[in-house]
């Protein structure tokens, strides 16, 4: 399949051909679809490169059109302007392959849209390609999307979230006028992967009732599924937790196909070089060192432990608390002893060979470095954070 994606360049035409281009290179083999070519067409491109592009293409994406433009007309200029020539194009060559259309929940023009010269440029969009459907038969598939957010999109343009991000990753100053707006979010990779299901006969179709999208299996218009709704506060409160990090190792909590898990990856996307990498404290002392990297709202910490040549390590036990050793390097030997016992129980340990040894509650345990030349490296995750005044460790030889 060839596909011909208008607005190349843009945030969504960025993301989609990236991974248009994965598909077609064999590296994302999970969507069921083969991709041949890829057609990218911008601004910059030639015009005869869209005539060539339009006679090949077996499927369309349409996703150039202006936000931002210096004077009200180029609303209409760009975004009706360009789907005509599009469409034209497509006409000339008898091409009446399936076309998807980038539109905005602005077409609506009802309540804060209603007098939206943008909105009124996309509705005639809309419009046009609706028209070229009942005309030539062609598939169109029309979105209205609202609010987008995701890696590559431009801050101090047209995405509050993007702004925020960018001024949080570089200690930029912001403005929130009301912390109480609720936004409707789309995230670009649940964008992406709705216009891949289209290539597939896939998408979801539905009407509107002004902004409201009301699910239909013939509805004229397509939506994607997965949106997420949150105030402008929400998003700031969420984004201070996330630049305090590298501070408190905390890691948000971020579930699957969550807002947060979402705009945590668009924030990181925003770091400057600066910020990618940030100091650890390590606790050092003629054994070795400690190193908590990284602690969860309610599952713990991890930390890495590094015992020099012949050094024996722990040597105390814990009433409730609980642990994960896993030598990641070196030669060394873990012991556990359950209180009141004199059997113990030992696990030989080596970076060769990888393994989880659980420190279990009640037992008091140990690690030995048994190498006389290397340092013994071990990742050891433990299900509660330090608590300095209720450590819940309790000293005694195995």
């Known amino acids: 399949m060839k596909i011909l994606v208008t607005g190349a360049k843009g945030f969504v035409g960025k993301n989609l051909c990236a991974q248009l281009n994965n598909i077609k290179d064999g590296k994302a083999k999970n969507y069921g679809v083969s991709v041949e070519e890829v057609f990218e067409y ?15 293409c077996d499927f369309v994406f349409n996703l150039a059109g202006v936000n931002r433009p210096q004077n009200q007309e180029e609303f209409m200029q760009g975004n009706f302007g360009f789907a005509s020539t599009l469409l034209d194009t497509l006409k000339k060559h008898g091409n009446k392959c399936p076309v998807m259309l980038s539109s905005s929940q602005q077409a609506s023009l009802t309540g804060r849209f209603g007098n939206s010269e943008y909105g009124r440029s996309k509705k005639a969009g809309e419009d046009l390609f609706l028209n070229y459907s009942n005309e030539t038969g062609a598939k169109v598939l ?26 949080f990753a570089n200690d930029l100053h912001y403005t929130v006028n009301d912390p109480s707006v609720e936004l409707e979010l789309l995230y670009i990779d649940d964008l992406v992967d709705e216009m891949i299901a289209c290539l597939k006969g896939e998408e979801h179709h539905c009407e509107f ?9 013939d509805g004229r218009y397509c939506y994607v599924p997965t949106t997420h709704k949150i105030t402008l506060g929400g998003i700031v409160d969420l984004l201070k937790s996330f630049a305090e990090q590298p501070k408190t190792l905390m890691i948000p909590e971020i579930p699957a196909n969550s807002f947060a898990k979402k705009l945590y990856s668009t924030y990181l996307s925003y770091l400057p070089k600066e910020k990618v990498a940030f100091p650890l404290k390590m606790n050092v002392d003629d054994r070795g060192s400690f190193t908590e990297l990284v602690h969860t709202l309610n599952c713990g910490q991890v930390s890495i432990n590094i015992s020099k040549p012949g050094i024996t390590k722990g040597q105390h036990w814990h009433n409730t608390k609980w642990e994960f050793f896993i030598v990641v390097s070196g030669h060394g030997l873990i012991q556990e002893r359950k209180l009141g016992s004199d059997e113990i129980i030992e696990f030989e340990v080596t970076g060769d060979n990888i393994q989880c040894i659980h420190m279990l509650p009640g037992y008091t345990h140990n690690i030995i470095n048994l190498s006389n030349t290397e340092n013994l490296v071990t990742v050891m995750y433990c299900n509660e954070i330090f608590d300095p005044n209720k450590p819940d460790t309790y000293f005694e030889k195995v």
Not at 45 to 56: T, V
Not at 209 to 217: N, Q, R, S
Request: with cysteine; glycine share 4%; charged share 30%.
């Open 209 to 217: 009732e002004g902004l409201d999208v009301l699910p239909k299996a």
């Open 142 to 167: 029309v979105y209205r999307f609202p609010n987008l957010f995701g890696k590559w999109c431009r801050p101090n343009y047209n995405s509050a979230v993007a702004t925020f991000c960018n001024a």
């Open 42 to 56: 911008d601004i910059d491109s030639k015009p005869d490169d869209l005539d060539a592009f339009c006679r090949e």
